[in-house]
């Protein structure tokens, strides 16, 4: 199953030498092998865990860099300048999204059928095409201080048309500034237990019918998360905007 | 060593250098007139010659319409965005461009493409290098700006291929200046590279880790530099000039270029000297003088100066690093010179800024270590590993005339990205993609990169197929896409049409027509030495009649010489160079016997003691036939 700790590629034949290579190089006669399709954790030979060892995929990520990269193969065949480009590629993708924490958890989402972008893109297009306003979900939990916020961010808008500069309202903006901003700090350390569910479920695999329903439970709460995390981002650079253009 | 050199070029917007690793350390190759710097204008002398560098500078005064200078400002551009640039700078632009096609500028009566005019200058470096190894050269590492966008990006590799040169990578200016400083340090840490040239600035903000130098982030503004600061002065001194002395100069271009002169000259002095004259003789016997000061250039500059903030800052927001973590700040380009520049780096980043290395030569000498370690490096070498970013975001015209941005700027290169198109109509066969490159959030405001028409998807209910295309900017920076139908597994066909580039044609016919050129040219320079060399001869001729000699030869001797001196002197100044060449050869032949006597009596007074000078023959003994100069060659 594709959530199993993913192995490198099984052996395969050496175009060279036609010994058996392995995902990156020939153990025969060291060369470079076409790019395949594998997830951005099996190109670091790491498991499927959210929690990673940032220094240690810094040095993975230098070392290969070091084997892979374009300009070691600038005097090698066309073909092998291809294959060391398109695995550079895909190593450069790897990092940068398994480097950063939210990228990362979106990633993983992905891979376990999630389609995160794609809903929020749909989403913006239709909403064009019909004319209206993206009509975005407010959390529950939100609905009161959103409305509140809203209220607020029209109140400045206004005064700034009429060239009126009410401090009270400033005032509001900024403790509303540190509400969300202390509401993102939550979201983060509730992330990171969601984090440490899922990688205590890994290693147990999904063959029985508990292990693979908490693993949706936990999918699905990250998945809540990440939309919730993603709404109060959006509001914060509407507070920003309002603030720093006043 | 059987493997061939690579060499570095740095193809600059004011000077241009080409370099080499000799054994651990980078080295710039000198020209004839023994300058490391070739100066980036290119002309056509009164042969119509194409001749480069300090020559070209000065038919640039004498004759602006028939020299280029600043060529890489107008590099991947379109006529809508050099609108700016047509004010300050007089390039002669073809009449007949429309919006979205390549810029043709005019040299003398021709017309030539930005690719070709840069092509015309990495010809010089490469002949420069050839003549300096005694052997061919065919492969370069180019630099360029860190901010340098595609179309810009890819004119520069068809400039290469055009002057013969296979481009094996493009290398950021602000990276390959720090593999310079990078290269007898060898410390870990973070370094900006803060690079002021004559027409662009670039900061590069990078982590060195055990010989990887990685760039975290980069930004810049790719008309930004030195040029400007000119410009300004030449604006006041333009002004100076109407008031007082009621001379309106600005459509007298062989003024402007003096007065240039003039300018740059003052603005490098200021660099040293708190107050500088500008001093320029002009048309009608009037005399240009001016004196400024370091703090009325100072001010003058400083918005100029203060352009280069934002970027600075952008960069390490990008980076996610306050200026207390930068470690080392390296200056690269001839405007770092500028004292208050230097200021504000100092300012900026809090720290004493590093210039050991000429900032002039330093982007070169980088280039020659990336061209080192491509050809396989050496100790010297050895671990360093250079991992570039993307400047711009990519992205794609979605509904509405918004971005979707598919690769962020700053993401290390190679990079690729997948993106999943589909039909809107039931049986269409054809999508349309816009790429663009930039960062704002309408299409618009971006850079066109091209558009591509995916064609021959098997035709299917609107939104069942699924196209999958494939985006990668390889180690250049340079996009290239692929696509895939899924459903039908067949490889989609992508029709490429760049928004402002060559296609891969136009650059096959351009090699083609620098051949044609180079024939013309070599035609045209065998007419001008064939003349020269008739008029030579019958220079010689004629101081051979005054030696007693003449009154050896017989009769009929003599009068075949005058009947071949007539028909020389009638075709001399014709363009058909093998009549010259035939009447040269005819006129030869019949004063050998003259020559030969003339030798004699020479040898004859030497032997007598008498002086040399009384002979009536120059050149000495040791010119074997001195009414014929040696044959001339092609080189």
């Not at chain 1, 990269?69 to 090698?76: I, Q, S, T, Y």
């Not at chain 1, 993206?134 to 809203?150: I, R, S, W, Y």
């Not at chain 2, 959030?441 to 295309?469: H, N, Q, Y």
Request: aromatic fraction near 4%; charge should be negative; charged fraction near 25%.
């Amino acid at each position: 199953m594709a959530t199993q700790v993913t192995q490198t590629a099984p052996g395969i034949a050496c175009w060279s030498c036609g010994q058996t290579a392995s995902q990156h190089f020939c153990a025969a006669c060291g060369k470079i092998q076409p790019v395949q399709n594998v997830d951005y954790f099996a190109i670091f030979g790491l498991p499927r865990k959210l929690h990673i060892d940032m220094a240690a995929l810094e040095r993975e990520f230098y070392r290969l860099s070091r084997k892979l990269h374009p300009d070691l193969f600038a005097r090698a065949t066309a073909r092998e300048q291809e294959w060391s480009t398109g695995k550079t590629s895909q190593l450069n993708d790897a990092y940068r999204a398994l480097k950063d924490p939210i990228a990362r958890t979106t990633y993983l989402l992905e891979l376990e059928g999630v389609k995160l972008e794609e809903q929020s893109r749909n989403a913006t297009d239709s909403a064009r095409l019909s004319g209206a306003e993206k009509k975005q979900v407010v959390p529950p939990d939100l609905l009161e201080e959103v409305f509140e916020l809203n209220m607020q961010l029209e109140e400045m808008r206004m005064n700034k048309q009429m060239g009126e500069d009410d401090p009270n309202i400033t005032r509001d903006l900024q403790a509303a500034k540190q509400k969300f901003e202390q509401k993102m700090n939550d979201l983060t350390s509730e992330l990171q237990r969601n984090w440490n569910e899922w990688d205590a479920l890994i290693p147990r695999g999904e063959a029985a019918p508990q292990d693979r329903q908490s693993r949706v439970r936990v999918r699905d709460q990250m998945v809540d998360l990440l939309n919730r995390r993603s709404y109060i981002r959006n509001l914060l650079r509407d507070v920003n905007e309002a603030l720093t253009s006043n | 060593m059987a493997e061939e050199r690579i060499v570095g070029i740095d193809l600059g917007t004011t000077n241009s250098l080409v370099a080499y690793m000799e054994g651990g350390s980078p080295v710039v190759i000198p020209g004839e007139d023994g300058s490391n710097l070739v100066p980036s204008v290119a002309g056509l002398d009164q042969n119509n010659q194409f001749i480069v560098g300090n020559t070209a500078r000065t038919i640039l005064i004498e004759h602006p319409n028939r020299a280029v200078y600043s060529i890489k400002r107008l590099m991947g551009r379109g006529i809508e965005d050099i609108q700016d640039e047509l004010t300050l700078f007089p390039f002669r632009v073809a009449d007949d461009i429309k919006p979205g096609e390549v810029l043709r500028i005019k040299l003398g009566h021709r017309e030539f493409t930005p690719p070709e005019i840069s092509a015309l200058i990495l010809r010089q470096l490469k002949k420069n290098a050839e003549r300096f190894f005694g052997s061919p050269i065919t492969k370069a590492v180019i630099t360029v700006p860190a901010y340098f966008n595609d179309a810009q990006r890819q004119a520069t590799k068809d400039a290469g291929r055009i002057a013969g040169l296979e481009v094996l990578r493009l290398v950021n200016e602000p990276t390959a200046a720090s593999l310079a400083y990078g290269l007898d340090k060898k410390r870990d840490g973070i370094v900006a590279v803060y690079d002021l040239g004559g027409g662009t600035f670039d900061i590069s903000i990078l982590k060195l880790h055990e010989g990887i130098f990685e760039v975290l982030a980069t930004n810049g503004d790719t008309h930004l530099g030195g040029d400007d600061i000119d410009n300004l002065l030449l604006a006041i001194a333009l002004d100076d000039i109407a008031g007082d002395l009621k001379l309106d100069l600005r459509r007298n271009g062989e003024a402007i270029q003096a007065l240039r002169k003039a300018v740059i000259e003052t603005k490098i002095a200021l660099s040293f000297k708190s107050e500088a004259q500008i001093e320029v003789d002009l048309p009608q016997g009037h005399r240009y003088r001016r004196t400024i000061t370091r703090e009325q250039f100072e001010q003058l500059i400083e918005p100029i100066v203060q352009r280069t903030v934002a970027p600075c800052k952008q960069a390490l927001a990008d980076a996610r690093l306050q200026p207390s973590r930068i470690e080392e700040v390296v200056l690269v380009g001839g405007s770092t010179r500028i004292p208050r520049v230097r200021a504000l780096v100092k300012e900026l980043f809090e720290r004493e800024p590093h210039s050991e290395l000429n900032p002039d030569e330093v982007v070169a000498l980088g280039a020659a270590v990336q061209a080192h370690i491509l050809s396989g490096g050496s100790a010297a070498t050895k671990d360093m590993l250079l991992l570039d970013v993307t400047p711009l975001s990519l992205g794609i015209e979605a509904l509405g005339g918004v971005v979707a941005k598919i690769i962020q700027r700053n993401s290390t290169i190679p990079a690729s990205a997948t993106e999943h198109f589909t039909t809107g109509v039931e049986g269409q066969t054809n999508v349309a993609i816009h790429v663009v490159q930039g960062e704002r959030e309408l299409a618009k405001d971006c850079r066109s990169l091209a558009r591509f028409d995916l064609k021959g998807i098997p035709p299917m209910p609107a939104g069942l197929p699924r196209i999958e295309v494939k985006f990668l900017i390889d180690a250049n920076g340079i996009l290239h896409v692929s696509a895939k139908e899924q459903r039908s597994g067949k490889e989609a066909e992508i029709e490429v049409k760049p928004t402002y580039g060559l296609t891969d044609d136009q650059v096959e016919q351009m090699i083609l027509e620098s051949f044609d050129y180079a024939e013309e040219d070599f035609r045209q320079r065998q007419i001008v030495e064939a003349r020269n060399e008739a008029g030579n001869i019958l220079s010689a001729l004629e101081k051979g009649r005054r030696n007693p000699a003449w009154q050896i030869l017989t009769e009929q001797e003599r009068r075949e010489i005058v009947q071949r001196e007539t028909a020389l002197q009638q075709v001399k100044n014709s363009d058909a160079y093998k009549t010259i060449r035939g009447a040269i050869d005819a006129l030869n032949e019949a004063t050998m016997r003259l020559a030969e006597l003339m030798m004699d009596s020479a040898v004859t007074a030497a032997l007598k003691g008498q002086n040399m000078d009384n002979t009536g023959l120059e050149g000495g003994p040791a010119a074997a036939h001195p009414i014929a100069p040696a044959e001339i060659t092609k080189d």
